[in-house]
C-alpha cells in the first residue's frame, strides 16, 4: 500500500475519534460541567472545535509531502476536488488552523496564569475582551496561511527540482496535481525570497508562541503554592487540574503537530550544507498530525475531576447496571427453564 494511502486511512481514524471525543466534550461541557465557567467555558468549546475543523479540513484537504534534496512539495492526494485552486486553498487553511491552534493555546496560558496570579487582569477577558483575546489566534493564522499560499506558489525552477522523482515514486505529473514548493535556494545557493518570508514568519510566529506558553507555564509552576493560597480547598485542585489540562495541550501539539513536520522544514535548508541527498516520503507524517484532537480532548476529560466523575456516573455506572441486569435476567430465565 503507497505511503499516502495509508496516511489517508489513518487519518480517517483519526477525524473520527477526534470528533466523537470532542463532541462529547462539547456535550459535557454545555450541559453538565459546573466548575468550567465563563471565560474557560468559552474557551474549552471554541478549542474543540478547532480539533474538529482541523482534523475535518485534514480529509478533505489530504496532504501529503516529499522532501527531495533542499526542497520540499507539499500536495494534495484529493482526486475529486476540481479545480487545483480549491485543494491548494484547502491545503494553506489547514496549515493556517495549525497556527491558530498553538495561538490558541498561548491565549489559554495567558489567562490562567492571570486567573492564577492577577484576577484583575483575568477580568480583561470578560465582556468584549473574551472576543478579542479568543479571535486574536486568527490573526497570525491568517498570515501563516496566506503567506503559505502566496509565497510558496510553483514555478518553473522549483517544478523542475522535484518533476522526475515525483513521477518515480508517484507515478504523477507536478502539473496535475494542486501543490506548493518551498525551495528556499537557487542552483547558485543564494535565498529565493519568497520562500525564505515564508520560512521566516512561520518559525518567528511559532517561537513567540511557543515563548508565551513556557514563560507562562513556567511562571505558574513556580508561583503556584504561594498563589494557590488565595483560593479554597475546592477551587486550589480544580486550579492544579487546569494546569495539568493546560500541560497536557502545550505538550500535544509539540509531539503531534510540530514534530511530525520538523523534518519537511528543517531538511531542506540543512541539505545543502550537511551534503544531504534527500529523497524521502515525508508525507506519512501528516497522519500523527490528525491524531492530536483526540489526544486533546481525552486527555482534558482524564485529568479535570468532574468530568471523568461524570462519565463514570452516567455513562459506565448506568452501562455496567444495565450489562448486569440483563446477565441476571438471562440466569434468571434459564433457571426457570431448568426448573420447568
Known amino acids: 500500500m503507497p505511503y ?20 462529547f466534550l ?14 474557560y467555558k468559552k474557551m474549552v468549546i471554541i478549542f474543540a472545535i478547532l480539533g474538529i475543523t482541523f482534523s475535518g479540513l485534514e480529509i478533505l484537504a489530504k496532504p501529503f509531502a516529499h522532501n527531495f534534496n533542499n526542497c ?38 495567558i489567562y490562567r496564569h492571570c486567573c492564577l496570579s492577577n484576577v ?25 496561511a496566506s503567506s503559505f499560499y502566496w509565497f510558496c506558489l510553483p514555478d518553473e525552477y522549483s517544478d523542475d527540482c522535484v518533476r522526475e522523482t515525483i513521477l518515480k515514486n508517484y507515478a504523477l505529473a507536478t502539473a496535475d496535481v494542486a501543490r506548493f514548493m518551498v525551495a528556499p535556494y537557487t542552483s547558485e ?23 508565551v506558553i513556557l514563560y507562562c507555564g513556567v511562571k505558574m509552576h513556580l508561583n503556584m503554592k504561594e498563589e494557590l493560597k488565595k483560593f479554597s480547598v475546592v477551587n486550589r485542585k480544580l486550579q492544579r487540574q487546569f494546569f495539568k489540562a493546560l500541560v497536557f495541550q502545550s505538550i500535544g501539539p509539540t509531539v503531534f503537530l510540530v514534530l511530525p513536520v520538523a523534518p519537511t522544514i528543517i ?9 544531504l541527498e534527500i529523497n524521502w516520503q515525508t508525507g506519512w507524517l501528516y497522519s ?42 438471562v440466569v434468571s430465565t434459564s433457571s426457570q427453564v431448568v426448573n420447568n
Open 72 to 109: 520540499v512539495m507539499y500536495f494534495s492526494v484529493n482526486t475529486w476536488i476540481q479545480p487545483q485552486s480549491i485543494s491548494q486553498l484547502l491545503i494553506a487553511i489547514w496549515a493556517g488552523l495549525y497556527l491558530v491552534i498553538v495561538s490558541f493555546i498561548s491565549v489559554q496560558f
Open 4 to 23: 499516502f494511502e495509508l496516511a489517508s486511512n489513518v487519518s480517517k481514524i483519526a477525524f473520527s475519534a477526534g470528533f466523537l471525543s470532542n463532541t
Open 189 to 211: 545557493g543564494s535565498w529565493r525570497l519568497n520562500n525564505s518570508f515564508f520560512l521566516l514568519s512561520g518559525v518567528v510566529s511559532i517561537w513567540l508562541h511557543y515563548s
Open 26 to 39: 462539547i456535550y459535557l461541557t454545555v450541559f453538565h460541567v459546573k466548575a468550567v465557567f465563563g471565560t
Open 267 to 275: 531538511a531542506p535548508l540543512v541539505a545543502p550544507y550537511l551534503s
Open 288 to 329: 500523527i498530525v490528525g491524531m492530536y484532537p483526540p489526544f486533546d480532548s481525552v486527555a482534558f476529560m482524564l485529568i479535570v475531576t468532574e468530568y471523568r466523575k461524570i462519565i463514570r456516573d452516567r455513562y459506565l455506572f448506568v452501562c455496567t447496571k444495565r450489562y448486569l441486569a440483563g446477565n441476571i435476567q
Open 120 to 144: 484583575r487582569w483575568a477580568k480583561k477577558f470578560d465582556g468584549l475582551g473574551c472576543f478579542l483575546w479568543m479571535g486574536y489566534p486568527l490573526i497570525p493564522g491568517a498570515i501563516y
